[in-house]
């Protein structure tokens, strides 16, 4: 890859990537994370979306009504995060076989040390988030936190999964895979001229982001 | 509720949940014993299957209502109550809620047999009945294993109803694989492409399980849950001066956000937020905060000033 330039990562890209060995359409996904298509709103996706929010509101002093269908689980949520900050956005250099990247993040909830993240699933199973790249790249972006704990809900009850730094694999390893991935590929044009830093920020400002 | 500072959080008396599943023949059983002061819930008739030496009390039970009222007898009397097995105890809780069905309205499909409303409920009673037994007793929930085959290796799968087969790992501190390796007996901890752990208090990877020969004491979980409170201890005691710290500088954050009231003071407030003594996440929580704050005074960001301006100033 060419350098010296920056090149913008997220936790996203690399799970997409990650996923293009599990996921029988894994590849498709991954092109169109790295075309930057945008992704067509799911189910899953939209439930995820309106279970944060609703959490997020009752965080804020919003009153959300006993028959709401989530009151329950979002109630619990919202009393277990209760003085965190909010929606932490972060980024941070890091230098892979000579290649610089910029990690960004953004983290649902961070109190006293801990990263808190949200999901939404019907089906949980435990260690479901194992492999996910998204406590390896936040433990990253915050190298002072001492705990990331992901806080699925399948609707009614909340499973809680709990991470700790000396228990990851750094993020860096997955870097280099998605990299020689990438190189294999013939890829590695595509992704540095897509998410070059400045060609990135410069297309996310006429999308008006 | 009474609010305990971390300096003065006391782990001596901390109860632990713990799951051991395994294979028949694994030994599980006799493992669960070795905990402290246990009273077995026999829902499996496991106890015939231990050697007389390691045998303990046991109550043997058909129903819920029975395991109820023997633990609720059992409080100051035991340490830790064995369940055998968690799978036998789900299945008892199914039909305690098909017996109660004004108590659980939806709980029973018309055709007979439990609603899905019904596994709701029953995943609800495991939860309450796992805190509810923590408040008194260490808890070891026994569960068989059933292997399946999966890519080109096996995975092994806990033996209990499919709804509640995940929830049952939730009130779990930890959760071990108990499994013959080479002849040794080994727990493992750390999950693995096969089989599901939970690693938690330092308690990790694979630990040997020692032979019992004759005249050995069966004490295994005793020493284990005592590490558990030696590392919890541990633990909290490195913590609790960052803690401290941190809760220190937190409380001042409303006061230095109430201070900001311009661009001039937001742009100084910078130069400050660097030199506070931070600890843990400080730094990041308090750099969220001003920014909210700046916002919220209608000022913008000017990446070539590298500075707030009012949000009617013209960027240079």
């Not at chain 1, 280099?176 to 060609?199: A, I």
């Not at chain 2, 995940?166 to 096969?194: C, K, S, W």
Request: aromatic share 12%; charged share 25%; net charge neutral.
């Amino acid at each position: 890859m060419p350098s010296p330039n920056k090149y913008h990562l997220t936790q996203s890209l690399l799970s997409d990537f990650q996923r293009v060995f599990t996921v029988e359409d894994g590849y498709d996904a991954f092109l169109a994370s790295l075309y930057r298509k945008p992704k067509p709103m799911t189910e899953a996706m939209a439930d995820g979306i309106a279970f944060e929010g609703a959490v997020n509101s009752v965080l804020n002093g919003e009153y959300i009504p006993p028959t709401h269908k989530w009151y329950k689980p979002v109630m619990e949520l919202a009393e277990y995060l209760a003085g965190s900050q909010q929606q932490v956005s972060l980024k941070r250099d890091i230098i892979v076989d000579g290649v610089c990247f910029q990690m960004h993040g953004i983290l649902d909830f961070l109190r006293s040390g801990v990263i808190y993240d949200t999901k939404f699933s019907k089906h949980y199973y435990l260690n479901k988030y194992l492999q996910s790249p998204q406590h390896p790249t936040y433990f990253y972006l915050v190298p002072e936190a001492r705990e990331f704990q992901y806080l699925s809900c399948d609707g009614q009850f909340i499973y809680k999964e709990i991470y700790r730094p000396d228990e990851i694999i750094p993020i860096e390893y997955t870097i280099k895979q998605f990299m020689v991935f990438l190189d294999r590929n013939h890829l590695t044009d595509t992704y540095t001229s897509l998410w070059n830093l400045k060609t990135y920020y410069e297309s996310k400002k006429k999308e008006g982001k | 509720m009474a609010i305990v500072k971390p300096s003065a959080m006391d782990f001596s008396g901390k109860n632990v949940i713990m799951i051991i599943s395994g294979l028949p023949g694994t030994g599980k059983t006799t493992l669960a014993l070795s905990a402290p002061d246990v009273l077995l819930i026999d829902c499996d008739e496991g106890l015939a299957r231990v050697a007389p030496a390691h045998r303990k009390d046991a109550s043997i039970c058909k129903t819920f209502d029975e395991i109820k009222a023997d633990v609720a007898a059992a409080k100051g009397q035991y340490k830790t109550i064995v369940v055998d097995t968690g799978g036998a105890l789900v299945d008892m809780m199914k039909q305690f809620v098909v017996d109660h069905p004004k108590e659980y309205q939806g709980g029973t499909k018309k055709t007979g047999g439990i609603s899905l409303q019904g596994f709701g409920y029953v995943k609800q009673l495991f939860l309450d009945f796992s805190a509810e037994l923590r408040k008194n007793f260490n808890v070891v929930y026994i569960f068989h294993e059933s292997m399946s085959k999966q890519n080109d290796g096996v995975f092994y799968e806990l033996i209990c109803e499919g709804a509640a087969r995940t929830l049952v790992y939730q009130p779990a501190d930890l959760a071990a694989h108990l499994m013959i390796v080479n002849g040794r007996r080994v727990l493992g901890f750390t999950p693995t492409e096969e089989y599901t752990a939970k690693s938690a208090y330092g308690i990790k990877g694979l630990i040997d399980v020692p032979e019992l020969k004759d005249g050995d004491p069966n004490d295994f979980l005793t020493k284990l849950f005592a590490t558990v409170r030696e590392n919890l201890k541990k633990e909290a005691a490195d913590l609790a001066p960052q803690q401290k710290a941190y809760d220190d500088l937190m409380k001042d954050v409303p006061g230095m956000m109430e201070a900001i009231t311009s661009a001039e003071s937001a742009n100084q407030f910078a130069k400050v937020l660097d030199t506070l003594p931070h600890a843990l996440t400080s730094k990041k929580e308090i750099g969220a905060i001003y920014k909210a704050r700046c916002k919220e005074l209608g000022l913008k960001w000017d990446a070539k000033q590298k500075a707030w301006v009012a949000g009617d100033a013209k960027s240079e």
